[in-house]
């Protein structure tokens, strides 16, 4: 090599400072044991700031019962705006060969932010990490917006914009991705090479709803084609009776019962179970024929998602107050509105403790199967 003032300099640069070699990494063994990914990094997008601390306080709390002195790098609040609106993400530590799980809240209710910044920023803080050396990137989204646009509907020449979110994660750059109870099974397929690990509300729903287990004057009933099989499955588990509603969509966003299929005689109560509320006109509608036409005369409600809409709040109000509705059960996959939160018959499931299980698992390559 010629020598040159420019060599000189640089020369001695980095003296002291340590060359990695596998004898460095056994002297240094006992500081800290990692998985194979990395050393465990959580870090949360503003809208999931509110989940993430629930399961680094979780996951804190079983490193500490289980004696361990491992520390649990957390970054919260990684994505910010600039003047101009741009979503731009720094990343205050090295993230260089860490397993980094990314939070974000998709659809957040308790702030101005919408479904598509949320988003933005997922993919820009997805790519922060890989551009800067995450050794592997896992999207923990506990709810998968845009999961319904999953297939061309009866209104006009609508995208699989589930598919596009889905390319979107994968150029970011995910490895993986960690949500509950998407819209539909087959989502997996639209992640090609990418692990999509779901947990099914099928578990949460049959713990909350023990109670009601072979209840003669209950009938668990399915508001529409797609949560049938989970209410087979749940109905089964807890030997109670069920049925199905055939449902229509006379304008997007707008629900309609046909029929519901199904042997009612003898019952009194129901058991309404779906994947979400969005404007709360499926739960509606199906209440009102329930009462209407099959005899029912009160009923509890469980949905994996609550979207927090004001035209919902208002819809549950009402079949409250008529006496109809008793009990309705949501969980925390999106943050919930102080409206909601505020009526006095609503009840929320935590979710972060299984999700703080299934990151354990995840980072240190366990299976999964049984807690999903
Ligand atoms: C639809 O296929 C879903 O399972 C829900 O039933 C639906 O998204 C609920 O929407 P909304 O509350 O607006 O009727």
Not at 119 to 136: F, K, Q, S
Request: glycine share 4%; aromatic share 10%.
């Amino acid at each position: 090599m010629i020598p040159s003032p420019l060599q000189d300099m640089l020369n001695g640069h980095f003296d002291g400072q340590a060359f990695f070699t596998p004898e460095w990494f056994s002297r240094n063994a006992d500081r800290q044991v990692e998985s194979p990914h990395g050393r465990l990094l959580l870090a949360s997008c503003r809208s999931s700031d509110y989940f993430a601390r629930q399961v680094v306080e979780q996951y804190q709390r079983f490193l500490d019962q289980a004696g361990s002195r491992a520390e649990l790098l957390f970054l919260d609040e990684i994505d910010f705006k600039f003047s101009d609106g741009e979503t731009c993400v720094r990343l205050d530590v090295d993230v260089s060969g860490n397993d980094v799980f990314v939070f974000q809240a998709l659809q957040d209710p308790r702030s101005d932010r919408t479904v598509d910044e949320n988003t933005i920023a997922l993919l820009t803080a997805v790519r922060a990490m890989r551009e800067w050396g995450a050794n592997r990137v896992t999207a923990v989204v506990p709810y998968l917006a845009y999961a319904r646009q999953e297939k061309p509907t009866k209104f006009k020449r609508e995208p699989t914009t589930a598919k596009l979110l889905a390319d979107l994660l994968i150029s970011a750059g995910i490895d993986r991705v960690l949500t509950f109870d998407p819209h539909f099974d087959t989502i997996h397929g639209f992640y090609r090479h990418v692990p999509v690990n779901s947990i099914t509300s099928l578990k949460i729903f049959e713990k909350v709803f023990e109670d009601f287990r072979q209840q003669e004057d209950l009938i668990v009933v399915a508001p529409d084609a797609g949560v049938s099989k989970l209410v087979t499955y749940f109905s089964r588990q807890l030997k109670l009776k069920s049925a199905v509603a055939s449902k229509y969509r006379p304008q997007p966003e707008e629900a309609a019962i046909a029929e519901v299929i199904g042997d009612f005689e003898d019952k009194s109560r129901a058991l309404l179970l779906d994947d979400m509320i969005s404007t709360g006109g499926t739960i509606y509608a199906l209440a009102n024929k329930l009462v209407e036409e099959k005899g029912i005369e009160s009923l509890c409600v469980g949905v994996s998602h609550n979207l927090c809409q004001q035209e919902a709040l208002e819809r549950m109000r009402d079949l409250h107050d008529r006496g109809i509705l008793r009990r309705l059960i949501v969980t925390n996959s999106i943050p919930q509105s102080d409206a909601f939160l505020e009526l006095p018959f609503i009840e929320t499931v935590d979710l972060s403790e299984i999700f703080t299980h299934l990151i354990n698992r995840i980072h240190y390559n366990r299976s999964l199967a049984e807690l999903l």
